[in-house]
């Protein structure tokens, strides 16, 4: 596979779940970042990881908690999420001073 | 902070219409400038970009120029095509920062 892939593409889950996103990178791309898209809003970036350290971290809730094992995964562990958490979220790569993000399809989470 | 304004949406036109979505910033220092478009069920990809000032962005028959004097980067096109209907986000990387700083999207519908 090419490109940036996030699995899965749609997730369900109560508030009390835990449950993970996925993405994966074919791109030989060195950071990855986790964005938000809720409608009517700007993107809104939650966390940015270089060279597997976490770089940026948005002010996002705890509840919220990211994990960069290599260069190439990206995971966004979820846990007591409130239905205000529903939205697209978005993975991206890059290669440092392009400015040009990569991204995947998305993951589309709705919290009940 | 960095913060990039665009006009809302949705903009509605005709097939062969001519195009354009404003796009404003404030930022520090000197910013590369992005246009990104999201197609129905895809994740963002690169439309166009502007590292420095006069510096003129196009693809796909879209174009936007960098003008620092008005901190504008507004997107055109002279004929939109029905395929064009996505949402165009404007972007900008600061200096020193690898994320992105996006616009809230704007929907365009071009009909046939």
């Known amino acids: 596979e090419t490109g940036v892939t996030q699995t899965p593409r749609h997730l369900v889950m109560g508030m009390t779940n835990k449950k993970s996103l996925k993405c994966e990178q074919h791109l030989g791309h060195n950071a990855m970042y986790w964005y938000k898209q809720s409608a009517k809003k700007p993107l809104e970036l939650m966390f940015v990881?270089?060279?597997?350290?976490?770089?940026e971290n948005n002010s996002v809730p705890s509840r919220f908690s990211p994990e960069c094992p290599n260069s190439s995964h990206l995971f966004l562990h979820l846990h007591t999420l409130q239905p205000e958490d529903s939205a697209l979220y978005l993975c991206?790569?890059?290669?440092?001073?392009?400015?040009?993000?990569?991204f995947g399809e998305g993951s589309r989470l709705t919290v009940l | 902070g960095d913060s990039v304004t665009q006009m809302e949406g949705p903009v509605t036109l005709s097939e062969e219409a001519f195009l354009t979505i404003n796009c404003t910033y404030t930022a520090t220092g000197y910013p590369s400038l992005f246009w990104y478009v999201q197609y129905p069920g895809e994740g963002l990809q690169l439309l166009l970009k502007a590292t420095k000032a006069d510096d003129k962005g196009s693809n796909k028959g879209f174009e936007a120029t960098y003008r620092k004097e008005t901190t504008s980067f507004h997107l055109e096109k002279g004929s939109v095509q029905v395929s064009d209907s996505a949402v165009y986000f404007c972007a900008l990387s600061d200096q020193g920062r690898r994320a992105l700083t996006f616009g809230s999207g704007t929907r365009l519908q071009v009909q046939p």
């Open positions: 990881y270089s060279l597997e350290e976490r770089v």
């Open positions: 991206a790569s890059s290669q440092p001073n392009t400015g040009e993000l990569f």
